[in-house]
DNA sequence: ACCTGAACACCGTTCAAGT
DNA sequence: ACCTGAACACCGTTCAAGT
């Protein structure tokens, strides 16, 4: 429902005469819209795998554990809005997490300095799905940068074009590179501070 | 209004009221809720300082940058939903992304090589002020993890304590330099497929 | 011409009436 | 006891009636 009508298109009563019962049924099931939201979005998040991928540098797997939700979310996209909101309580985030978790493990010792690079990779993660999915590479966002006064934003022109030529793959995979490359880098909290 | 009965507040016949006007006035200046939800926004984010910082090095500025942001979010936690939906054609935003733009300029040659880094900043400022605001940190997350069965998450379990030594802004500045340090490693395409 | 109240088509949820 | 329809208090927006 929520791939055909839109995050607009998920309420009580739609769901219920989906399912053939009275909007009140639904009640019996679940305490409020809330909760069902949050089942939907356990649906979807559900789809991604917390097995610690096989082969490869800590790097590799942890771009397969990324890529993964990335997967699973961009196969409905009209739930990204719901993660928003619900994605604390989840029990697959948190299996995602214990994963990577056991991944940095094998190369950032030092536990808080694990807990910010763990925190920093899913705030890409959170940040760069949503500029996916509702950035301005779909709307009219890019025919606004297109008409921009090129006098008063010259370097944000110049990427314009430069932009066109980065595929959201790339862009995808190349941001999180930067962060990864960042976390590999000094072990001590020196360079996270002069940084 | 919106700092006072969150997002939910913001309606067309409350707004109309509090200005002292018939809810269908509204409608003389605005086309419908979506825009004035976008003025919300843009009135939020009309705060943060365009003006490149006067000193320090390339990646304190782009701090100082990212940091601008997160303070005018943070000083209206409600806007934080609405953000999502309308960042794409905030002006302010764009004000924001020329000057980064242009001091990433200084350090990063190859444009499409710039394009990723400034995405990838925007991706980690969103998400990170995403799990700021809407995290677990604030509601019952906490506590769910706080009860995690031992044994099926050892690692999540283990970076449970270290997270409650990690202020919430260490945490932020720290992924931000993580990310930083990875802009100003391997100038090279070969590093970040590497990556 | 400009402004705006009543009305419409929704929504989530309460509550009492059905079985 | 279990289930659910009618009713309530909202919402954004249309549309025609006011000035």
């Known amino acids: 429902m ?7 298109g998920l309420t009580m009563r739609a769901v219920a005469q989906q ?3 009275g909007t009140m049924s639904l009640y019996r099931y679940v305490a409020d819209r809330e909760e069902l939201e949050g ?18 540098g800590w790097q590799e797997r942890v771009t397969v554990m990324v890529e993964r ?5 961009g196969a409905h996209p009209a739930v ?3 993660t928003m909101t619900h994605r604390h309580r989840s029990p697959a985030i948190l299996r995602w ?4 978790a056991g991944i940095l493990a094998e190369t950032v010792t030092d536990p808080e300095r694990r807990v910010v690079a763990l925190r ?13 999915h509702l950035g301005p590479l779909s709307g009219p966002g890019t025919a606004a940068i297109a008409g921009l006064d090129p006098a008063a934003f010259p370097h944000m022109r110049q ?5 066109r030529q980065v595929g959201a793959d790339e862009e995808f995979r190349g941001g999180l590179a930067l962060l990864l490359a960042g976390i590999s880098g000094g072990p001590g909290p020196a360079r996270t501070r002069k940084a």
Do not use: F, H, N
């Open 2 to 8: 929520l791939d055909r009508d839109g995050p607009a």
């Open 39 to 56: 089942l939907v979005v356990e649906l979807v998040l559900g789809a991604v795998d917390p097995a610690p991928p096989e082969g490869g």
């Open 120 to 132: 920093g990779l899913l705030s890409y993660l959170v940040g760069a799905i949503q500029l996916e």
């Open 97 to 100: 997490s214990e994963t990577v």
């Open 80 to 82: 990204v809005p719901l």
């Open 69 to 73: 939700v990335r997967v699973a979310v």
């Open 19 to 21: 399912l053939g019962m």
């Open 159 to 163: 990427l314009g074009g430069a932009a």
